[in-house]
């Protein structure tokens, strides 16, 4: 098999995570001198280039993702959707040129299928093979989940960052359609911890929370920590996930925030720290499965993949799911494991996988 050396790597921009995730693989890549060319819009396309600044950068344009106010999937979440659709076409076109301007061989979609070619080597990340809109199915659920799939069969194969037996995304990446998947385990930024060093310039915390997830539910949430967090008063640190915001924000009493940090220093933090509180979106549950830590996730209200990984990885793996409104009538640091399990992360498994697929 020919191996690859030019490699197109594009992340869907509705969140930080499809960025974050193929960190661990571009880092595989670049050490093992391939050429990495990194195609993106958004916030996600910035945090990658500026974690590989050597790497080629290039532009590629697509619809916002809009989220509804109370719950995620409403009528603004499927116009996206249908938008994000129609713009395939145009992304292909684009991409075709790209190809043949730095002789592309490979890509590597993260979720983004306007990033395609027939005449490379081309393949799609993604652990939601089956779309929820709901917990159970519904017939919106069964329609996106068909139009995913034909999306996937294009491909020559669809890495899913989980186990072989689904262990973390259990429904969503069953493979009813014999799709060609690959179960890769999982992907975190975090997984090489080699790469990072102890920082003893900065502080430590007993408590660690993260905030994330689309308006007007990630501000709801960074105020209903705020609240349990004084009424803790044991010394806590905020990070609010806002690399735009450049606003400075005071330090409250024990709480003090950050509106973003650099991996090292999210890893330190996140080491340090007795209690991490995050959301249960996927890319974050990969980085935390790294730490081995006491981690409660609250899923994103009206979210239905969050809520369906929450309910299926409570008192699993280290974590415990809460409620968001839940939040105010308990005490954080008497909620314990009732088991606890440790999930097979072996990152040689994926140096492995990509010195044979790569």
């Known amino acids: 098999m020919r191996k690859s050396q030019n490699i197109l790597v594009s992340p869907l921009n509705w969140g930080l995570g499809h960025a974050t995730r193929l960190i661990p693989i571009i880092e595989w890549c670049l050490k093992n001198n391939k050429n990495v060319f990194i195609l993106g819009n958004g916030e996600a396309f910035k945090l990658l280039c500026e974690r590989f600044p050597d790497c080629k ?7 916002k ?18 938008l ?7 992304e292909r076109y684009k991409v075709s040129k790209i190809i043949k301007t730095y002789n592309i061989d490979t890509i590597i979609s993260d ?18 093979i089956n779309v929820f809109t709901r917990e159970r199915n519904n017939l919106i659920s069964k329609i996106l989940t068909r139009l995913h ?53 900065l502080k ?14 990630r501000s709801i949430f960074e105020k209903i920590i705020i609240e349990k967090l004084l009424e803790e008063n044991r010394k806590s640190l905020i990070i609010r996930g806002l690399p735009k915001d450049s606003k400075c924000v005071e330090n409250k009493d024990n709480i003090d925030f950050l509106n973003h940090c650099s991996d090292s220093e999210f890893f330190h ?20 499965l790294v730490f081995n830590k006491n981690v409660k996730i609250i899923p994103t209200p009206g979210q239905p993949e969050q809520e369906y990984l929450a309910k299926r990885l409570n008192n699993k793996y280290n974590f415990i799911s809460l409620q968001q409104e839940d939040l105010k009538n308990i005490c954080l640091s008497q909620i314990d494991f009732q088991t606890k399990q440790s999930f097979e992360n072996d990152k040689n498994k994926l140096n492995e996988f990509l010195n044979l697929h790569l």
């Open 84 to 90: 994000l659709a129609c713009n395939v076409f145009i």
């Open 149 to 201: 799939k034909k999306v996937i069969k294009k491909y020559d194969v669809c890495w899913v960052p989980d186990n072989s037996k689904s262990e973390l995304t259990g429904r969503m990446s069953e493979n009813v359609n014999n799709l060609n998947l690959n179960y890769i385990g999982i992907l975190s930024r975090f997984q090489n911890v080699e790469n990072f060093t102890a920082q003893q310039d």
């Open 57 to 63: 950068n290039i532009y590629l344009s697509a619809p």
């Open 269 to 288: 933090y996140i080491s340090n720290a007795k209690i991490i509180i995050c959301r249960s979106g996927y890319s974050s549950i990969m980085d935390m």
């Open 204 to 217: 430590t915390y007993e408590i660690v929370a993260i905030i994330s997830g689309p308006e007007t539910q």
């Open 111 to 128: 979720n983004r299928p306007g990033v395609f070619s027939k005449k490379v080597k081309s393949i799609y990340i993604s652990h939601q």
């Open 65 to 82: 993702m809009r989220y509804g106010k109370k719950t995620t999937i409403n009528f603004h979440y499927v116009l996206s959707a249908v």
